[in-house]
């Protein structure tokens, strides 16, 4: 089994900035392709970015491009979601999730494709 537990999380005033961090710990593997969702409430949990084991390829949400970055650390066990100039639209709870399939494949946007899951870290964006 996986273990992720995500941090981080806050309030913060539009135009503002957080990075959320996802600890991973059990059986991990490198090779594991990572994502993080998030969903906003009464809303469906939806993909924000995600990234291969070695960081060489990235996704994002076309809502994020270009103000989040995702990263990891895979000496520690570690990811990261750099989030600035942030929306009010960008509030919801933050999920990381983990991928164990062909660690060539492209990175997924779909939950289901994920097998590992953090509780989640609350973000919420005042305007």
């Known amino acids: 089994q996986v273990q992720l537990v995500e941090s981080g999380g806050g309030l913060v005033q539009a135009g503002g900035s957080l990075r959320l961090s996802c600890a991973a710990s059990?059986?991990?593997?490198?090779?594991?392709?990572l994502g993080w969702f998030r969903q906003a409430p009464g809303k469906e949990r939806e993909f924000v970015a995600g990234?291969?084991?070695?960081?060489?390829?990235?996704d994002y949400a076309d809502s994020v491009k270009g103000r989040f970055t995702i990263s990891r650390d895979n000496a520690k066990n570690m990811k990261y979601l750099q989030m600035t100039d942030l929306k009010p639209e960008d509030t919801g709870v933050y999920y990381c999730?983990?991928?164990?399939?062909?660690?060539?494949?492209?990175?997924?946007?779909?939950?289901?494709?994920?097998?590992?899951w953090g509780q989640g870290t609350q973000v919420t964006v005042s305007s």
């Open positions: 059990g059986r991990t593997r490198n090779y594991y392709k």
């Open positions: 990234t291969t084991w070695s960081g060489d390829r990235t």
């Open positions: 999730a983990a991928d164990r399939s062909n660690p060539w494949s492209a990175i997924r946007r779909n939950q289901a494709s994920y097998d590992y």
